[in-house]
């Protein structure tokens, strides 16, 4: 059964960082390419960023670019998300996702992926 389960959520202070953490089970992480989206409250679920099976490529929406990272460690199964210089619009359910490929073009919507978190709650304080 595959699992997928972030960590690392928070209430934190505008200009403050939180890292996101996304373990993986039963699947290969090495096999597929992994991303983070978020939803807010009313709004639709955004994609955030994305990262290809081997690190060797990243995607990141244009909202935080400069000032989210997302890397992975295949050998622990999991996925990272490095989020810096936050603001009050950053606050969101963060969910990680799996798309099975190895492959170098990464999906940018929700339909994209097939396996999906449980979601982790980010808090950004004014």
């Known amino acids: 059964q595959v699992q997928l389960v972030e960590s690392g959520g928070g209430l934190v202070q505008a200009g403050g960082s939180l890292r996101l953490s996304c373990a993986a089970s039963?699947?290969?992480?090495?096999?597929?390419?992994m991303g983070w989206f978020r939803q807010a409250p009313g709004k639709e679920r955004e994609f955030v960023t994305a990262i290809t099976w081997d690190g060797g490529s990243t995607y990141s929406a244009d909202s935080v670019k400069g000032r989210f990272i997302i890397s992975r460690d295949n050998a622990k199964n999991t996925v990272y998300l490095k989020m810096n210089s936050l603001n009050p619009e950053d606050t969101a359910v963060y969910y990680c996702?799996?798309?099975?490929?190895?492959?170098?073009?990464?999906?940018?919507?929700?339909?994209?992926?097939?396996?999906w978190g449980q979601g982790t709650q980010v808090t950004v304080s004014s």
């Open positions: 996702a799996a798309r099975p490929s190895t492959l170098a073009t990464i999906p940018l919507t929700a339909q994209g992926y097939v396996y």
């Open positions: 039963g699947l290969l992480l090495s096999r597929y390419i």
